[in-house]
């Protein structure tokens, strides 16, 4: 750190900021690795369908297979929005 | 017993060619009979950075397709006997590589008794890519500290484990290492670039050489000496380092930290 450092308005710490995202997305794309080509469609499929009832997040769905033994067991979990911001949106 | 290495990376420009060169070179110079193979069809640079553009007649493709034997393609090196370069072919068909037709290259190699065969895979995830990681039997990839080269590495890690000969066949997988290349010390131990700690934790496999950014690359590519060659450089002796581990010798990692600043720098910011 040089005496005068603060004179020049740094950002700091990029490489932190750099290994955040990395961790973030490299694990998410590892466990999308092997997943039928058809999820993200499905993904997006069901979401809309799901929008036509409840006013649920971009990201609330959320899909994956799991192996299990011989099977292939397609897991999916939906968030619903909380009580409040769901007044919310029907007041709205 | 030939081992097959492929040099890979997903992302382009982060030293494939270069870390293939080297590596060639540093089995070769330890008495291996070596060949590196260029896969990058239609933008051949390998002969470049090994310096014998002026000697290729045959190529890779005309192996594969009968137009000349083995023999006549690959180029011998002027520095070191047992090194050997095979040069990816210009054409601009795409399908000009063939599964069969690099088995049988691989094959002949390895009944011509090479101890190391060196395929340097060109950047993406087309078929030269597929298939020069295809047979291989052990994997370095290429891997500078920024954000899209490892996550492109990540990307290629898992076509290894599972896109493969060895994968396929369900045998010992490919043994995998990282090279990190471009590393500057100065600019890690201001965080302004991931450390190979980070770089190893978020891949999760062992670094087999750190290369620091260096003048040397550039010199040597200019003057087609392989780094490996330049004592003098940092990325020269940090590839030679580099051999040596692959060879299972036990080498500290070198040129992890920044030279130290003067009372001057540090006063200034330098």
Redesign the interface.
């Known amino acids: 750190?040089?005496?005068?450092?603060f004179l020049?308005a740094r950002q700091?710490?990029?490489?932190?900021v750099?290994?955040e995202?990395?961790?973030i997305?490299?694990a998410q794309?590892?466990s999308a690795?092997?997943a039928p080509d058809y999820l993200p469609l499905l993904r997006r499929e069901l979401l809309e369908v799901i929008r036509k009832y409840v006013n649920v997040d971009q990201d609330a769905v959320d899909i994956h297979v799991e192996k299990d033994g011989e099977h292939d067991v397609l897991e999916l979990s939906v968030a619903l929005p909380d009580k409040a911001s769901a007044a919310a949106q029907a007041a709205g | 017993m030939t081992e097959f290495i492929v040099v890979t990376s997903g992302k382009g420009g982060v030293g494939k060619t270069t870390t293939s060169a080297s590596i060639a070179v540093g089995l070769a110079k330890r008495g291996k009979k070596v060949a590196v193979i260029d896969f990058d069809v239609g933008l051949r640079n390998l002969d470049l950075i090994m310096g014998c553009e002026r000697r290729v007649v045959y190529d890779f493709v005309n192996v594969i397709h009968n137009e000349c034997t083995l023999k006549q393609a690959l180029i011998k090196d002027k520095r070191i006997d047992s090194l050997h370069v095979l040069a990816a072919s210009q054409t601009r068909d795409k399908d000009a590589l063939t599964k069969e037709g690099v088995e049988k290259v691989l094959n002949d190699l390895k009944e011509d008794g090479f101890d190391y065969v060196v395929c340097d895979s060109p950047a993406g995830i087309e078929k030269g890519a597929y298939l020069a990681m295809y047979f291989a039997d052990r994997a370095l990839v290429v891997v500078n500290p920024e954000v899209s080269s490892v996550r492109d590495s990540d990307r290629i890690l898992g076509l290894l484990a599972s896109k493969t000969r060895r994968a396929e066949l369900g045998v010992a997988p490919i043994e995998q290492h990282l090279l990190l290349t471009r590393y500057n010390p100065a600019r890690v131990a201001d965080g302004d670039m991931m450390s190979i700690d980070d770089v190893k934790e978020i891949l999760g496999i062992e670094v087999l050489g750190v290369v620091p950014e260096s003048e040397g690359v550039l010199t040597a590519s200019n003057s087609g000496v392989p780094v490996i060659l330049d004592d003098e450089s940092n990325a020269g002796q940090a590839y030679d380092d580099a051999v040596a581990r692959l060879l299972g010798e036990q080498r500290p990692m070198r040129f992890l930290d920044a030279p130290k600043k003067g009372l001057f720098a540090r006063m200034f910011g330098g």
């Open positions: 750190m040089g005496l005068f450092d020049r700091k710490n990029t490489a932190s750099a290994r995202r990395l961790r997305i490299v794309e590892r690795r092997g």
